[in-house]
């Protein structure tokens, strides 16, 4: 039987034990309150508080890992006595684990040096982590999606507007391109009224390219779509672009692959989109570079990846390449045209547009088209 003092002394050493593990959920309950935390940030600090939960707190590392990222206390090494981890499973899938350990030598206890309660607080604190990411990205995937409603209804928007002026314009610019032929015919012009009129025939024509790219873009051309090979248009894009390649001083380096099964698309279209892509790339290497081309066959699918080692883009950048009229380019170079249209007309074949770049290291387009029969055709 044991001494009275001897009692007293377990039931305080527990309770101290119990303050600690509940000062501890405190702690944590506090992390996750703070809604302007980020993950990250929360697990930082859940790290933090763990070790003074412990029975010799100033002994005790601690260390999350999440998704190979890693959050420790600043004494954390690798090399420890005796670790205590629990599994942080979200979704059913384990995305990590938690860790309190002793880099020092300690004496035995229940579990190692370890209590037996720590097991279970270590296992509450897991699964209380696992609430708090499971609830962060769901806000995150949250505040995504309405983004990307957003910017649907932004692009929708401005569908319609650009559809409305393209309509309006196109009238008037053939008029203004039918009645230039006729002067250009008038025998007897001076030479520089031919060149003026010249100019007006161009222009004109310039600007009744950026109307077809409205109405692209506003899909209001819809694509005609024939059985094609992708290589093959790349083959004629190419044909069309490997002058101004050379003259930039940029080498094609062009991979396509020889079995890559046909796909129901546009051809004219298609192209488009290849040649938009090309003239981006080969504008971010005004000084030369390399221009990877490549096709490729995956279930299902056939992609086209366009890749240049140009100047890149920011993320901000980044941000707004399929939004209408957005360019970094003067007058003249750039429409701000080139991604929406490209990105409506993939959208259109039922196909999906990525694009990754870095500042000073380049960018790179992955285009995938399904390859599965159009039975409308
Ligand atoms: P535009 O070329 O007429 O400016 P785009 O829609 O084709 O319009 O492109 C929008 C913007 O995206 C460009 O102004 C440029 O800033 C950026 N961009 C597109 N492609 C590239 C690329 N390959 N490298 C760097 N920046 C690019
Ligand atoms: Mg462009």
Known sequence: ?????????????????????????????RLAAE???????????????????????????????LDDRSHSTS????????RQRAPIIIDGRQRGYI???????????????????????????????????????????????EEQLRHADRLATIGQLAAGVAHELNEPLGHILGFAQLVQKCPGLPI???????????????????????????????????????NHLVRNGLNLLEFRCASDGIVIRCSLSPDLPEIDADPSQVTQVFVNLIVNAIQAMPSGGTLTICTLKERGKVSLTIEDNGVGMDEEVLQKIFTPFFTTKDVGLGT?????????????HGGSIKVESKVGKGTTCRIQLPTKRNRLL
């Open 99 to 145: 860790e309190v350990a002793y880099p020092q030598e300690k004496p035995e206890r229940d579990e190692g040096p370890f209590l037996k309660e720590e097991r279970a607080l270590l296992d509450t604190v897991a699964r209380e982590v696992a609430a708090i990411i499971m609830r962060r990205e769901a806000e995150q995937d949250k505040v995504k999606l």
């Open 336 to 348: 701000g045209l080139g991604l929406p249209v490209a990105h409506g007309i993939i959208t259109a």
């Open 192 to 230: 520089q009224a031919k060149a003026d009129v010249d100019r007006i025939l161009n222009t004109s024509l310039y600007a009744r390219e950026i109307v077809k790219k409205l109405l692209i873009f506003s899909r209001q051309i819809s694509p005609q779509k024939t059985r094609v090979n992708l």
């Open 75 to 82: 004494n954390y090494t690798r090399r420890v006595r005796h």
């Open 1 to 29: 039987m044991e001494a009275p003092g001897c009692i007293n002394e377990h039931a305080q050493s527990d309770l101290l034990e119990r303050i600690k593990e509940l000062s501890c959920l405190y702690g944590i309950a």
């Open 35 to 65: 809604t302007n935390l980020s993950i990250d940030a929360v697990l930082d600090g859940v790290v933090e508080v763990l070790p003074a939960a412990w029975l010799y707190p100033d002994g005790a590392c601690a260390r999350i890992v």
